[in-house]
Nanobody, 127 residues
Framework: QVQLVESGGGLGQAGGSLRLSCAAS????????MGWYRQAPGKQRELVAT???????YYTDAVKGRFTISRDNAKNMVILQMNSLKPEDTAVYYC?????????????????????WGQGTQVTVSS
C-alpha cells in the first residue's frame, strides 16, 4: 500500500514562515511529479506548487517569490517552505504525488501509475 503522510503546518503569523513536509511510503517503483495543493473554506482545491523528478519547480502566481518547493528523491519526500505568509494562505494543504506502485501477486509484479494524496494539514495565518 502507498501512503503520503504530511507534517508541519499549524498556526503562523502574517509575514512569518511555516514548513510542510510530505513523505511517500509503501510499494513505490518510481515517483514523477510531486506537489502541494490547498483548499480554503468554500473554495475549490487549487494548485500551489509542483516539482518534477529532476527538480524543476512550478509555482502558482499567488505564491511566487514566497514559497519554495523542494524534494528528496532518496527519501521520497517533498517539502514546501512558506515565507512571507499572508492570511489568504490559510487553507488545508494537500500533498500530491504522481507515482507508480507495484504489487506482487503470486510472484507476478503488477504496476499501476496513479495520483496519490495525503490526508491534508491545516495552515492558518493570522493577521
Amino acid at each position: 500500500q502507498v501512503q503520503l503522510v504530511e507534517s508541519g503546518g499549524g498556526l503562523g503569523q502574517a509575514g512569518g514562515s511555516l514548513r510542510l513536509s510530505c513523505a511517500a511510503s509503501g510499494s513505490i517503483l518510481s515517483i514523477d511529479d510531486m506537489g502541494w495543493y490547498r483548499q480554503a473554506p468554500g473554495k475549490q482545491r487549487e494548485l500551489v506548487a509542483t516539482i518534477t523528478s529532476d527538480g524543476t519547480p512550478y509555482y502558482t502566481d499567488a505564491v511566487k517569490g514566497r514559497f519554495t518547493i523542494s524534494r528528496d528523491n532518496a527519501k521520497n519526500m517533498v517539502i514546501l517552505q512558506m515565507n512571507s505568509l499572508k492570511p489568504e494562505d490559510t487553507a488545508v494543504y494537500y500533498c500530491n504525488a504522481d507515482l507508480t506502485a507495484y504489487q506482487d501477486l503470486d510472484d507476478v509484479f503488477h504496476f499501476n501509475r496513479s495520483q496519490y494524496w495525503g490526508q491534508g494539514t491545516q495552515v492558518t495565518v493570522s493577521s
